[in-house]
């Protein structure tokens, strides 16, 4: 499967963007979809994840409460809602998918990787 991610772009602080990664094909029930995010300068880390099967969802405790993550099966797409947006939150953001699936989430299992997409959030 590969991955593209969409819907980036330069907002305010508060404001928000909805970013959208699809799937070239199926999107199996034992995959883990995830997105992450890359400042400049900084590792990539983590930001949200959905268990395809059980709708099951993680979030990283710094975007907790302002962003969501929903998948719609039938498109073989994940979306990312971006809400309340600060400008710590300017990075490339990517969508990826741990293949292997399972029950704990594992970064390194994310082994499948789309395109970044850049949000940028001005103060």
């Known amino acids: 499967v590969q991955l593209q991610a969409s819907g980036g772009g330069s907002v305010q602080a508060g404001g928000s963007l909805r970013l959208s990664c699809q799937a070239s094909g199926p999107i199996y029930s034992n995959y883990i979809m995830g997105w992450f995010r890359q400042a400049p300068g900084q590792e990539r880390e983590f930001v949200a994840a959905i268990w395809w099967r059980a709708n099951t969802k993680m979030f990283a405790e710094s975007v907790k409460g302002r962003f969501t993550i929903s998948r719609v099966a039938a498109e073989n797409a994940v979306y990312l809602q971006l809400n309340s947006l600060k400008p710590e939150d300017t990075a490339v953001y990517y969508c990826?998918?741990?293949?292997?699936?399972?029950?704990?989430?594992?970064?390194?299992?994310?082994?499948?990787w789309g395109q970044g997409t850049q949000v940028t959030v001005s103060s």
């Open positions: 990826a998918a741990d293949i292997r699936g399972g029950r704990n989430f594992d970064r390194d299992r994310f082994d499948v």
